[in-house]
Each structure stands twice: as structure tokens, then as C-alpha cells.
């Protein structure tokens, strides 16, 4: 019999998260779907009309949309609504309450992104999510996801010295602490990923201890500004943006990996990218005490973060540090961390997870909408917290 044939459809570009979570899965599922994949261009609006191009010209039995981003969305939707085609939309976050928490969008554009997500749900047969809050979130309003996290490639990334790239970066008489993720400055709360980090470089400085800093973002220059104002400038590396291909070695530096996410709905949602390659490169992780990562990890490596900006959170931190300094025999345990890898994030268990989405969808079709409840048995209306 001939492959199902599928369109991915990714709202990034392929060296993106979203286009290498793309490719990950084809690679698993070659044998039993004719997948094709279509990237996000520089223009919003001709990459919708280069979606539909696509779909029009392969005819997929199903589309895949890797995030919640407009062109991908609006052009699955459409095609979805004059063919036969399958729908499955795939995000790993609550794009109206990330919006509303950042503050970088107006009344405008936190309208258009509410309409975007309404809509996403609407037209879409399946709905896959990267966490169990995120699931149980929609699930309370009426929406059935499936989950599969982010992954990670345990062949790509495992426990490997680096001693060389530590000589290269001053880091070899040091324990390292090390944060990855774009580093995107947001007015409204003054701070983004590194923030936490530069805190305990700062509240630890008297100890053997110095930070990594890989990513790149308006937010660059804001910590580097903070680090020479606390004269700290010779403890924190910032390693810049750096290819996928090359982040094994780099993880491989640190020794101790920070995971943090805010305790509100954006944060709540998330898995992350990064705490999978942490995990797979066997780190010791401290993760803040939210979503994905307080299912999966054990309690040493959880730290309790309140509300959206927790201004204590990096005393936390600097707290649970300073005993593992002492005792090295803790975080040195790469085979811990690998294992929780393996058992959650590792792209051969997710492609199976994935397998049986694209199965059931494909048999499912239409009836496997999700149903969208009436206003008023939302749970807010509900009296329910």
C-alpha cells in the first residue's frame, strides 16, 4: 500500500527548534509516512500563500503545524476548510497568556493572537501539546490534546569532557554554571533567561564558581551591562549564539544547568528545549519547581520560584548551590540525568508517541475535533480557581 503522505508545516526556519523537532520526527517516520517539510520564510504573508502552494500541490492526507505561529496556522486552516485533508496543531505554549505576559503587543495584537488561538483549536482535529499542565489546562476547557515533549537526540547529545573548550574559555579551576536559551529582553518585567544566573555569580562570588551564558538577544547586552555593574565581569562567559551541531560540546562545560521558568500560565505550560539536551548531556540540573520539569525531576534538583518575577528566586538558588560545591559526588552523576533523558525526551520514544497521534488521526479525521465547550461551562465561570 502506498505512505500516507504528510505536510509538516514549521513556523521557523531549519535550524530553528521547531524545524530540527521537524526533521527529528521525519527522520524516525520516514519508513511509514511520505513527509514532506515546508520552513517559514522572512515574510509573514507569502509564507501563508507558499504554505498553500504546498498543500496544494502535494495533497497530504494530513498537516502537521509545528508552533502556533500565524502563516502556518491560517494556511492549514484554510486548506483544512475546502479538502479532506487532517489537521493536527502542535505547541508547546499558550501563545495569548505569553503574549499578555510579556507586554510586547497592544490591545491590537493581544486581540489578533486571541483570535489566532481560538481558531488553532477550532479548525484542528488533534491538538499535541510538550506538557502535562499544558494538557490539563485545555483540558478544562473543553479542548483534548495529546503530549509529546520537547526532544532531544541521546546519539547527538551524552556526557563528554571538554577540556580543551574549558582552557579556551578560562573555565577549567572553576565549577560552572550555565544557562542556554535567546536571550529576549522584556520591559514589562526587566529581565530574560541569564537574569537568575548573573544574581548568584554575584551572591556566590567568594566561591570557585563562574558562569556560561550560550544564546544571543536584545537581553545581551542588558547582562553584560549588570555584570560590570556588580564587577563581575571576569566570572560570567557569554558564548554567544552557537550552531546546534556544536551545542553537545558546550553543554558538556557546564557542570551545574539552570532551568527556570516563570509560575504562571506561560511558564506552567512549557517544557523547554534546553532542559532535554541538559538532561541527555548528563548535567545536574536546577530547575524552578514549574510544569514539565516538577513531574520529572527529583526533588534535589527542584527550587521553589513564586509568580511571574520572583526576586528571591536566585537566593534560592545560591542556597542550593553552596552545599554541592562542598560535595561534588552529587552533581558529578551523569547517568542520572541521561536516564530521565532517555525515559521522557529522547526523539525514539517521542516518534512512537507521534506515530500513533498521525495513525489515529488518519483513521479519526473529522470526529477527532476537539469539542470546544460553551462559554458558560468554562471552568471560570464555573467558580472554580
Known amino acids: 500500500m502506498p505512505q500516507p503522505t504528510i505536510v ?152 563528554c569532557p571538554e577540556p580543551d573548550l574549558r582552557r579556551k574559555y578560562g573555565l577549567e579551576d572553576a565549577v560552572v554554571i550555565g544557562v542556554l536559551g535567546s536571550l529576549v529582553w522584556s520591559p514589562r ?34 547582562l553584560k551591562e549588570q555584570c560590570a555593574a556588580y564587577g563581575i565581569e571576569d566570572r560570567i562567559v557569554f558564548a554567544g549564539r552557537v550552531r546546534y551541531q556544536d551545542l553537545p560540546r558546550f553543554v558538556n562545560l557546564m557542570d551545574i544547568c539552570l532551568s527556570t521558568q516563570t509560575n504562571d500560565v506561560p511558564g506552567q505550560v512549557r517544557t523547554t528545549g534546553k532542559l532535554p539536551i541538559y538532561l541527555a548531556c548528563g548535567r545536574f540540573v536546577l530547575s524552578s519547581n514549574v510544569g514539565e520539569a516538577a513531574r520529572v525531576l527529583p526533588p534535589e534538583m527542584l527550587v521553589t520560584y513564586n509568580g511571574t518575577k520572583d526576586v528571591e528566586y536566585p537566593s534560592r538558588l545560591a542556597q542550593r548551590i553552596e552545599p554541592l560545591l562542598d560535595h561534588p559526588e552529587i552533581w558529578r552523576q551523569p547517568g542520572a540525568s541521561v536516564a530521565i533523558a532517555q525515559r521522557h525526551f529522547d526523539y525514539k520514544v ?31 465561570e464555573r467558580g472554580r480557581p
Not at 121 to 135: D, I, K, T
Not at 194 to 221: F, N, T
Request: with cysteine.
Open 8 to 159: 509538516f508545516l514549521v513556523n521557523g526556519d531549519p535550524p530553528g527548534a521547531m524545524g530540527i523537532r521537524a526533521q527529528s520526527f521525519r527522520d524516525r517516520l520516514a519508513s511509514e509516512f511520505d513527509i514532506h517539510i515546508a520552513y517559514r520564510s522572512l515574510s509573514r504573508v507569502r509564507t501563508i500563500f507558499y504554505f498553500l502552494g504546498v498543500l496544494a500541490r502535494v495533497r497530504p492526507s494530513l498537516c502537521y503545524v509545528f508552533d502556533m505561529g500565524y502563516s502556518g496556522v491560517i494556511a492549514a486552516g484554510f486548506y483544512r476548510l475546502f479538502s479532506r485533508c487532517r489537521l493536527v496543531i502542535d505547541t508547546g505554549d499558550a501563545i495569548y497568556a505569553l503574549s499578555k505576559s510579556t507586554g510586547e503587543r497592544g490591545p491590537l495584537g493581544l486581540g489578533l493572537t486571541k483570535l489566532l488561538e481560538w481558531f488553532a483549536f477550532a479548525v484542528s482535529g488533534r491538538v499535541v501539546v510538550r506538557s502535562h499542565p499544558h494538557q490539563e489546562m485545555l483540558a478544562d476547557q473543553g479542548i483534548v490534546a495529546s503530549v509529546i515533549p520537547d526532544g532531544v537526540d541521546t546519539e547527538q547529545f551524552f556526557p
Open 189 to 222: 518585567l526587566q529581565m530574560c533567561y541569564g537574569w537568575e544566573l548573573i544574581e548568584v555569580i554575584r551572591l556566590l562570588r567568594d566561591r570557585p564558581i563562574k558562569g556560561l551564558i550560550i544564546g544571543d538577544g536584545s537581553g545581551l547586552s542588558r
Open 350 to 380: 517521542l516518534a512512537a508517541n507521534l506515530r500513533q497521534v498521525i495513525s489515529d488521526s488518519l483513521r479519526g479525521g473529522r470526529a477527532e475535533r476537539p469539542a470546544l465547550v460553551p462559554t458558560a461551562s468554562r471552568p471560570e
